[in-house]
């Protein structure tokens, strides 16, 4: 009963890590395609404050949970769908980290350009660039992880 609790609770914070994810992602990505700069202002805050709340969270406890599994569970991180699953959580994660700084800046510029009245620097662009690229190669590894979760190839 303890290992169906634990694989419950890994499944819903999986959920509410990829749909937080995919939500705060969308949010973000079309209020910079409008640019208009109080929306933009309205989403980079929301998005940042979803991190801190859900997306975070998540993410300890993704970890915590699957390694409870797989002691409760007889599992070992030497099996290979754990292995790769685990390779491509700190690969997600080790593009998470630097959006979750991007964003805060993206958010501190463009709060900042709305009061004084002033345009986006450029800079605010390079990191929307790179925010992008980080967000499209995290996405399908998570998707894979999800892939990995169900199937358990072995």
């Keep these: 009963m303890t290992y169906l609790l634990v694989k419950w ?16 992602a969308f949010l973000m990505f079309v209020a910079n395609r409008r640019k208009d700069l109080a929306g933009m202002v309205f989403a980079a805050r929301h998005v940042v404050i979803a991190d801190w ?11 915590i949970s699957g390694a409870l ?9 030497t099996d290979r769908w754990i292995a790769w699953g685990l390779t491509l959580y700190f ?22 350009c709305l009061r004084e009245g002033h345009p986006l620097p450029a ?5 929307e660039r790179w ?24």
């Design 91 to 112: 690969f997600a994660g080790l593009c998470w980290i630097p959006v979750v700084w991007m964003q805060i800046r993206m958010r501190d510029m463009a709060k900042a």
């Design 53 to 63: 709340c859900f997306t975070a969270p998540s993410v300890i406890f993704q970890l």
């Design 123 to 127: 800079r605010y662009w390079v990191f």
């Design 9 to 24: 609770l890994h499944v819903l914070s999986s959920t509410l890590l990829f749909g937080t994810g995919i939500g705060s």
């Design 131 to 154: 925010w992008c690229l980080l967000g499209a190669l995290a996405f399908p590894a998570v998707m894979v992880i999800f892939w990995l979760m169900v199937v358990k190839p072995e």
């Design 69 to 77: 599994m797989m002691r409760l569970g007889g599992l070992h991180i």
